[in-house]
């Protein structure tokens, strides 16, 4: 039968020590009193063995209550910290190893610390997603009117439900891919039903679960020239080598192709409306880009994502519909024509890649959240989108017509360019009183105006005359300070040039 | 001047095609017609060069209003499949290509289409991301008392904004980031601050982020053996190379890291409660591991998914916040203790690796959707987080103790099992009456019961003897109904094996 025996009242080995308290803190005091013995005793100020104070005398010294420094010492003792040896009182443990008894120090010296190569392509590839500042002339800048954004708002009242949850279908809701599917069999003539449909988190995870399902590294990717460069990023990433088709008047020159010796993987495009250049494709070379990928077994990725905006007749209709052979894979986005913080977009894959991309679509991030796409499938099938649409093209129409009208009176000197019929950003070319797009987008940035140079897009080396301006959402005044701030940018530069 | 003619009138030359209108289908009439027409030409049903009738003529032979014909002949031309000769009327084009000039066909052959290594490999990885049925003893399934799911609804209520939008930073709201930085320090002793945080949807697409960014293809991973299989699975579609190191009672045996030869990229642990079998690392493994990734300048990727859920004393201190060398990438989720359909988890990561994540980001999916991070910054800042999993844990122990008591009460010829102090899982183990967990799991399966079998999560060779069942949200009626339905199951089983 054990002795209980009177602690003895000999003063504790750790007599020197005193825990530190932030009473102003979130964290609970007991967390810290832990924490801070926790780091005397890695750190060596607490030695192995030691027996910390009782918690009488600690409540006493350390001017904490009893229960705060009884539970900081359960915690140690619970981590394997210290041992409470009955009658005896809490011993730190004998067995810390070594390594670990050093004062706190600073980092070691990271030079040497390794990411992946996909990791160091990234940052090479610099910061094409940038900044999210709402400036003219930036993209991606979404206003709504009262009429939507009520709908919206009372629509996703109905949405709040947070009883039960569990996880759901890797392909996204079932109501929001089948009002996806008779959307765009109504209005781009996409052959498609509800379950070939992937909803993702925007066209650039549309991309990524594309190429991570159809692109082994090392394969070959044909991409438009100028491309994407969110687009031609993320195959790079994946391993894939990259050959650029270049663009004209009428998009990818896809008599090119034929000339193209050796496999390709796939082929990206932006049928509807090139990013960034700005031209459809035409019929003929829809046609012949789909000959091509069949007769060469490449898949098409096809990026639709802004056709919603055409300004004078109707829009194209995809590629995917014109396809008999099953080798497109039709991309598109809610990003543009109503949230980019929705982040809704999607895959729609041929039936035979369905499995595939099930498969894969996990791995991502297993699968998207419900809320919006609820809140977007009653928005669709309710018929809100249509009449929205037709309202956000006016009202973007407009917009263009300002940016129009102020780059014509204010920078007829220095860029020309062409009224675009579609989309929702237009690229000025150099006059030639300028040279340098990457250097005119950074100075211009200093002025407070987003404008994104063009050469960087390009495959191939190519002139730096060119930058792009977004004119979503853009006001009256907007246009006018902008276009002031851009004229002053240019100025300047055309003066150190001469 | 060109000579008005009036049109002679002749038989036109497609007399014998009647363009296909379904009346109840959403897509508009013109948009039916012009498809009908397009699909007629590429099939070859009307030829090049045809002359389409004149619009007076088909609103007459095809019964249907002037505008819808002359919208669908429009969309003809302005898409390139038609022209229009002044004074002559519609005809088709000459140059489409011969090879879209045949009956529409059926697929072609699809045996030889290609996928990638990576889609081949999570095809075979096979439904670890299974259904999202809710059914006992599945896991992840999330029930709230009626106080959370009413703060939730309100707190969403304030978030419904959609007015004006735009793109957001990549690594998430920065009101989230700070909560979750005080409710780790606070709760994990996790030490970083908001600046170090990725916002992700989930810990699947955290795990990918730090895959992507730290995993080179042919890098090895080291893993627990068992493995989460989302972990395991993810870091092999990206083409790292595997090892298990084996688990027992105190976690990942780490003296085994010592007689590893080689380099290992990263090593994956879920020291907290390791998936799946449950044991809490121990301290001096954990200070083993810490060391041994400092001196094999290994990444540590430390998975702490469960640990808000502990029955008996403390939660046990992150890894992270052990490390004085930055060398763990922190991966946490409220998938488990609120909501897995919110999408919402986070990787915390090193001060000088916040670049190279930050550049790998936006290629996943650019940034996470705002609403939810905002309802759940001020769920964490106003409080109602830590009483929730107050609520929770008590509802989840009481879970537990239904399941505990209905397997010890029908299903103890059949399995053993301890009860687990940390989680939303337990592992039952054949008591030998039966032989493959797989075989178990499928059989039980049909009868309505989920359990998962262990054996699949193993990295080498295991016994197929255990049975993991998950208890959140589990009722009394369901665990009775559940354990009656298992124990014929294995019941049956056993006969058979007999």
């Known amino acids: 039968m054990p002795i209980h025996r009177q602690p003895r009242r000999r003063e504790s080995p750790v007599h020197s020590f005193q825990p530190v308290l932030d009473r102003t803190s979130p964290s609970p005091a007991a967390r810290q009193i832990y924490l801070s013995i926790r780091t005397a005793i890695l750190s ?25 420094i009884t539970e900081a010492y359960e915690t140690l003792i619970a981590e394997g910290y210290a041992h409470s040896v009955h009658g005896s009182g809490t011993f730190v443990v004998s ?15 990271h ?36 009429r939507t954004t009520e709908v919206l708002r009372r629509i996703a009242g109905r949405h709040l439900n947070f009883g039960e949850d569990h996880y759901r279908n890797v392909q996204g809701e079932q109501s929001l891919r089948e009002a996806i599917a008779a959307y765009l069999t109504a209005s781009r003539s996409v052959r498609c039903d509800a379950s070939q449909i992937f909803i993702t ?26 491309c994407y ?11 894939a080598e990259l050959t650029g088709i270049p663009v004209d008047e009428n998009g990818m020159q896809t008599a090119l192709l034929q000339s193209f010796t050796g496999t390709a993987s796939a082929v990206y495009v932006t049928p509807s409306h090139q990013y960034p250049a700005g031209a459809a494709l035409s019929l003929s ?37 014109l396809d008999d052979n099953e080798r497109v894979i039709y991309l598109g986005t809610f990003s543009k024509a109503l949230l980019p913080s929705f982040r809704v977009g999607y895959a729609i894959v041929p039936r035979d890649l369905v499995a595939a991309f099930a498969a894969m679509r996990p791995f991502l991030d297993r699968f998207p959240p419900p809320f919006q796409q609820q809140v977007l499938a009653d928005f669709l099938s309710e018929g809100y ?64 105006v987003k404008v994104t140079p063009v050469s960087p897009m390009h495959v191939s080396a190519a002139p730096r005359d060119g930058l792009l301006l977004g004119f979503s959402a853009l006001t009256s005044s907007e246009a006018d300070q902008a276009s002031a701030l851009l004229l002053a940018t240019l100025d300047n530069m055309a003066a150190r040039q001469r």
Chains 1, 2 share one sequence.
């Open 44 to 68: 060596g100020q607490i030695r192995p063995s030691a027996r910390l104070p009782s918690t009488r005398l600690a409540t006493r010294e350390w001017q904490m209550s009893r229960g705060v």
């Open 385 to 448: 989108f249509s009449s929205h649409l037709r309202r956000l093209r006016e009202s973007y129409r407009k917009s263009r017509d300002l940016l129009v009208a102020a780059l014509q009176e204010r920078l007829a000197g220095h860029l020309t360019f062409s009224v675009p019929s579609q989309g929702i950003h237009l690229i000025g070319r150099s006059t030639g009183s300028w040279h340098d797009d990457r250097a005119a987008a950074a100075a211009a940035a200093e002025g407070g």
């Open 229 to 239: 460069p969110g687009a031609r990023h993320a195959f790079e990433l994946h391993g």
């Open 111 to 146: 030079t040497e610390r390794t990411i992946s190569k996909a990791a160091r392509k990234a940052l090479l590839a610099g910061p094409s997603f940038g900044s999210s500042v709402q400036v003219p002339f930036a993209t991606g800048r979404v206003v709504h009117d009262v």
């Open 95 to 109: 067995n810390i190893p070594q390594a670990q008894q050093k004062t706190a120090q600073s980092l070691p010296d």
């Open 201 to 226: 988190s925007g066209t650039q995870q549309a991309i990524d679960l594309v190429a991570r399902t159809l692109i082994t590294p090392g394969d070959r990717v044909l991409v438009e020239d100028p």
């Open 285 to 321: 070379r829809r046609l012949e880009l789909l000959n091509w990928a069949k007769a060469n077994r490449s898949w098409i990725i096809e990026d639709d994502y802004d056709s919603e905006f055409r300004y004078d007749g109707r829009p194209l209709a995809s590629l995917q519909g």
